[in-house]
């Protein structure tokens, strides 16, 4: 099986710019998640999909982030009008049907934001 | 609210010796389950195990071992005879039932030298 993929794997962008990431899970799993993981610390929960529905939104998630998941399978996650704090590793993780509770996570996106 | 506890912010240890990553969480759900995971230089965080609240029986896994205890809340991570490959960050982290969303403690760098 492939893993979780994501792209692309490393951004630099200037303070102001909107970046998209892309999150590929495992085929047919029908769970996908989004976290941020800062320097030291452990990921943070920024919001999941069953199938194609946003189901939950963590208060991370302010109105410059956007997530889709528009046919249940790939994911992408915008930030607009990013800012220095933005910068972080963004993990997506998904799971399978019958064993909702095993995440699998992607190696990551680095976002840098100068 | 749901809190991990990773107090270890790093540990160093020379190989073959056993060394224990302790994790203390708090959640007032009754029903809930625990995890670790490992996240090796590459960055890709790696499922170890998965417990529900019901079952305190600990568990080993080759040179793994956890300790789950409900009355102190706390599930420990013993590796037995540690090698090398063994160095990286391990995280505990805590999900509730319904939606699976992890929160994730601190994480403990594990570094063990030949």
């Known amino acids: 099986d492939t893993g979780v993929s994501q792209n692309p794997r490393h951004k630099i962008t200037k303070r102001g710019q909107n970046v998209t990431f892309r999150c590929d899970p495992i085929s047919e799993h029908n769970r996908l998640y989004w976290y941020r993981q800062t320097l030291g610390q452990g990921p943070e929960f920024l919001t999941y999909f069953q199938n194609e529905a946003q189901l939950e939104k963590s208060r991370l998630l302010s109105d410059r982030f956007s997530a889709e998941r528009p046919k249940g399978s790939f994911s992408t996650l915008e930030i607009q009008r990013t800012e220095q704090g933005d910068s972080a590793m963004y993990l997506c993780a998904s799971s399978p049907r019958d064993r909702d509770y095993e995440q699998y996570f992607g190696p990551g996106t680095r976002l840098t934001v100068t | 609210a749901q809190k991990v506890t990773q107090a270890q912010t790093e540990i160093s240890v020379v190989e073959k010796e056993d060394v224990t990553l302790d994790c203390v969480y708090e959640?007032?759900?009754?029903?809930?389950?625990l995890f670790w995971y490992k996240q090796p230089p590459s960055g890709e965080l790696v499922f170890l195990i998965r417990?529900?609240?019901?079952?305190?029986q600990n568990e080993i896994s080759g040179r793994y071992s956890w300790n789950f205890q409900k009355s102190t809340s706390s599930f420990n991570f013993t590796i037995t005879a540690s090698q090398v490959v063994d160095s990286a960050v391990y995280f505990c982290?805590?999900?509730?039932?319904?939606?699976?969303?992890?929160?994730f403690g601190a994480g403990t760098i594990l570094r063990v030298k030949s």
């Open positions: 959640t007032r759900d009754t029903t809930y389950y």
């Open positions: 417990r529900n609240s019901f079952d305190e």
């Open positions: 982290a805590l999900s509730e039932v319904y939606g699976n969303k992890l929160v």
